[in-house]
């Protein structure tokens, strides 16, 4: 298993992590979690990439 500490990644969340549905949220993209978590586990760092703002930003983050 590869070591990804260091290593950052932006991820979209419109259209990526999940259907793209704005200002909705859409359904979550098929296998998108699973392998965020695994990058995570080994070490990446990820930052949610979206040009939601406000109350639309939170749900995001609280949908993540």
Same mark, same amino acid.
């Given at each position: 298993?590869?070591? *990804?500490?260091?290593?950052?990644?932006a991820?979209?969340?419109?259209?990526?992590?999940?259907?793209?549905?704005?200002p909705?949220?859409?359904?979550?993209?098929?296998?998108?979690?699973?392998? *965020?978590?695994?990058?995570?586990?080994?070490?990446?760092? *990820?930052? *949610?990439?979206?040009?939601?703002?406000?109350?639309?930003?939170?749900?995001?983050?609280?949908?993540?």
């Amino acid at each position: 298993m590869r070591d *990804l500490t260091n290593i950052k990644i932006a991820v979209d969340f419109d259209g990526t992590i999940v259907e793209h549905d704005y200002p909705e949220i859409g359904k979550e993209k098929l296998f998108a979690f699973i392998t *965020l978590r695994e990058l995570q586990k080994r070490g990446a760092l *990820l930052i *949610l990439w979206t040009i939601r703002t406000g109350t639309e930003l939170d749900e995001a983050v609280e949908y993540c």
